[in-house]
C-alpha cells in the first residue's frame, strides 16, 4: 500500500475544516485549533486514523469483500468514478436513490433492464423500429446508465463502504447501518461522527484532498486483490509447504476423505438403526413380540432343540388320524355322484314330454282334417240330392 504522509496531507488541504460557527461539537477531539475563523483539524490524528481505514478495506478484500465508493456532490464524482474503476470496484457518484441497500431486490430489476438496452443496443435491434420507439428507449439506457452504470456489475450487497462527506451521504449511511455493512467515512468539522465505523477526519470540500482519500482507498482494494490467494491458503486449516514453497498436495486428499469418513460413520449409525427397528417390526407382523424375543436368546434356543419335542412332534399317531380312509370313503360316495347326474335324467323326461305333445299335435291335426273331409263329403252328397 502507498503510504501517505503528513506532508501529502499538508499540501492537499486535508487539515482545513469549515468556518467555526459551523462546527460540529462531537468532531472536538479532533480538532487542533482555528485560525482566521476556520478550524484547523489535527493531523496527527488523521494520519493513523487513515491508515487503520486503509487497513481495514485491505483485510475485507483479502477476505473476497467488495468495497462501494460512494460520492455524489460535485468535487466528488470524478475521483471516486476514476479510482472505483482503477479497482474494479462499485461506485455511486451520481444522485443515491432511496433504497438502493435497503431494497435492492427493486433495485437489480432495473440494473437488469439496462443490461437488456445495452445488449439490443449491441445487437442492433434497434434498427428495426422507429425514431420514436429508439429514441425512448435510448433516453431509458442513458438515465439508468447515469445513476446504476456504477453498480450493474456489483452481484450483492457490499461489504464495506466509503463515503465522501458524511452530511451529504446521510440516507446511504442510514441504509449501510440498518443492514450493518461498516462504513469507512471522510468526516469534517462540520459533521457527526455517529454512524462511521473508521473515521478519517478531514476536508471534504477540496478535490486534491478528495484525490489523496480515494486513491488511497483504491489503492488498499488492490493491495487486498494481490493478497487474495495468501489468505485463501491460510485461512482455515494448516497448509504444508515444499522446498519451492508451492503447498503439498497431501492437505487435499486428507480434505477429501474426510467426506468419505463422515459418509461411513453414517452408514453404520444407519445400519444399527435398521437393526434395531428390524425386531420391532417382526414382532408387529406376527402380532407376538413376547415370543420373538424369547426365541432369539441362546438359552432358549437349546431348549427349542431338545430331541424330545422333535420327536412329540413327530408322532405317528397325528399322521394315521390325518390320513383316515374313513374321511375319504366319504368324500367318495356314489350318491352325491347320483346327485350330480339328476340334470341328465331330467333333460331326457323333458325330451319325452315333448315328444308326446308333438304326436298328439299331429293327432289332432289329422282328425281335424278328417272331419273336414267328412264334411266335403256330406256336402257334395246333398248337392247330387
Same mark, same amino acid.
Given at each position: 500500500?502507498?503510504?501517505?504522509?503528513?506532508? !501529502?496531507?499538508?499540501?492537499?488541504?486535508?487539515?482545513?475544516?469549515? !468556518?467555526?460557527?459551523?462546527?460540529?461539537?462531537?468532531?472536538?477531539?479532533?480538532?487542533?485549533? !482555528?485560525?482566521?475563523?476556520?478550524?484547523?483539524?489535527?493531523?496527527?490524528?488523521?494520519?493513523?486514523?487513515?491508515?487503520?481505514?486503509?487497513?481495514?478495506?485491505?483485510?475485507?478484500?483479502?477476505?473476497?469483500?467488495?468495497? #462501494?465508493?460512494?460520492?455524489?456532490?460535485?468535487?466528488?464524482?470524478?475521483?471516486?468514478?476514476?479510482?472505483?474503476?482503477?479497482?474494479?470496484?462499485?461506485?455511486?457518484?451520481?444522485?443515491?436513490?432511496?433504497?438502493?441497500?435497503?431494497?435492492?431486490?427493486?433495485?437489480?430489476?432495473?440494473?437488469?433492464?439496462?443490461?437488456?438496452?445495452? !445488449?439490443?443496443?449491441?445487437?442492433?435491434?434497434?434498427?428495426?423500429?422507429?425514431?420514436?420507439?429508439?429514441?425512448?428507449?435510448?433516453?431509458?439506457?442513458?438515465?439508468?446508465?447515469?445513476? #446504476?452504470?456504477?453498480?450493474?456489475?456489483?452481484?450483492?450487497?457490499?461489504?464495506?463502504?466509503?463515503?465522501?462527506?458524511?452530511?451529504?451521504?446521510?440516507?446511504?449511511?442510514?441504509? =449501510?447501518?440498518?443492514?450493518?455493512?461498516?462504513?469507512?467515512?471522510?468526516?469534517?468539522?462540520?459533521?457527526?461522527?455517529?454512524?462511521?465505523?473508521?473515521?478519517?477526519?478531514?476536508?471534504?470540500? =477540496?478535490?486534491?484532498?478528495?484525490? #489523496?482519500?480515494?486513491?488511497?482507498?483504491?489503492?488498499?482494494? #488492490?493491495?487486498?486483490?494481490?493478497?487474495?490467494?495468501?489468505? %485463501?491458503?491460510? +485461512?482455515?486449516?494448516?497448509?504444508?509447504?515444499? +522446498?519451492?514453497?508451492?503447498?503439498?498436495?497431501?492437505?487435499?486428499?486428507?480434505?477429501?476423505?474426510?467426506?468419505?469418513?463422515?459418509?461411513?460413520?453414517? *452408514?453404520?449409525?444407519?445400519?444399527?438403526?435398521?437393526?434395531?427397528?428390524?425386531?420391532?417390526?417382526?414382532?408387529?407382523?406376527?402380532?407376538?413380540?413376547?415370543?420373538?424375543?424369547?426365541?432369539?436368546?441362546?438359552?432358549?434356543?437349546?431348549?427349542?432343540?431338545?430331541?424330545?419335542?422333535? %420327536?412329540?412332534?413327530?408322532?405317528?399317531?397325528?399322521?394315521?388320524?390325518?390320513?383316515?380312509?374313513?374321511?375319504?370313503?366319504?368324500?367318495?360316495?356314489?350318491? *352325491? +355322484?347320483?346327485?350330480?347326474?339328476?340334470?341328465?335324467?331330467?333333460?331326457?323326461?323333458?325330451?319325452?314330454?315333448?315328444?308326446? *305333445?308333438?304326436?298328439?299335435?299331429?293327432?289332432?291335426?289329422?282328425?281335424?282334417?278328417?272331419?273336414?273331409?267328412?264334411?266335403?263329403?256330406?256336402?257334395?252328397?246333398?248337392?247330387?240330392?
Amino acid at each position: 500500500m502507498a503510504d501517505v504522509t503528513m506532508r !501529502q496531507m499538508l499540501e492537499a488541504g486535508v487539515h482545513f475544516g469549515h !468556518q467555526t460557527r459551523y462546527w460540529n461539537p462531537k468532531m472536538a477531539p479532533f480538532i487542533f485549533g !482555528q485560525r482566521n475563523k476556520i478550524h484547523i483539524i489535527n493531523l496527527e490524528k488523521s494520519l493513523p486514523m487513515a491508515r487503520e481505514a486503509c487497513a481495514f478495506v485491505k483485510g475485507t478484500v483479502a477476505d473476497g469483500g467488495t468495497v #462501494l465508493f460512494v460520492g455524489t456532490k460535485r468535487a466528488a464524482r470524478e475521483a471516486i468514478r476514476t479510482h472505483a474503476a482503477r479497482c474494479e470496484m462499485p461506485f455511486v457518484s451520481q444522485r443515491w436513490l432511496g433504497g438502493m441497500l435497503t431494497n435492492y431486490k427493486t433495485i437489480r430489476q432495473s440494473v437488469k433492464r439496462l443490461m437488456t438496452l445495452e !445488449q439490443m443496443a449491441d445487437e442492433g435491434a434497434f434498427e428495426g423500429l422507429t425514431k420514436k420507439e429508439v429514441l425512448g428507449l435510448s433516453r431509458e439506457q442513458e438515465k439508468l446508465e447515469r445513476s #446504476l452504470g456504477g453498480i450493474k456489475k456489483m452481484r450483492s450487497l457490499p461489504d464495506v463502504m466509503f463515503v465522501i462527506d458524511v452530511e451529504h451521504e446521510d440516507i446511504a449511511i442510514r441504509e =449501510a447501518r440498518k443492514l450493518g455493512i461498516p462504513v469507512v467515512a471522510v468526516v469534517d468539522t462540520n459533521c457527526s461522527p455517529e454512524g462511521v465505523d473508521y473515521i478519517v477526519p478531514g476536508n471534504d470540500d =477540496a478535490m486534491r484532498a478528495i484525490e #489523496l482519500y480515494t486513491s488511497l482507498i483504491a489503492d488498499a482494494v #488492490l493491495d487486498g486483490k494481490a493478497s487474495l490467494p495468501e489468505v %485463501a491458503l491460510g +485461512e482455515d486449516e494448516f497448509v504444508e509447504l515444499d +522446498e519451492e514453497g508451492k503447498p503439498k498436495k497431501a492437505s487435499k486428499k486428507k480434505a477429501a476423505r474426510k467426506p468419505a469418513a463422515r459418509k461411513k460413520a453414517g *452408514k453404520k449409525a444407519a445400519a444399527k438403526k435398521t437393526a434395531k427397528k428390524a425386531p420391532a417390526k417382526k414382532a408387529d407382523a406376527d402380532g407376538k413380540p413376547a415370543e420373538e424375543a424369547k426365541s432369539d436368546k441362546p438359552a432358549k434356543e437349546a431348549k427349542a432343540d431338545k430331541p424330545a419335542k422333535e %420327536a412329540k412332534a413327530d408322532k405317528p399317531a397325528k399322521e394315521a388320524k390325518a390320513d383316515k380312509p374313513a374321511k375319504e370313503a366319504k368324500a367318495d360316495k356314489p350318491a *352325491k +355322484e347320483a346327485k350330480a347326474d339328476k340334470p341328465a335324467k331330467e333333460a331326457k323326461a323333458d325330451d319325452k314330454a315333448a315328444e308326446e *305333445k308333438v304326436d298328439a299335435a299331429a293327432d289332432k291335426k289329422s282328425a281335424a282334417q278328417e272331419k273336414a273331409e267328412a264334411k266335403g263329403d256330406a256336402k257334395a252328397a246333398t248337392e247330387e240330392k
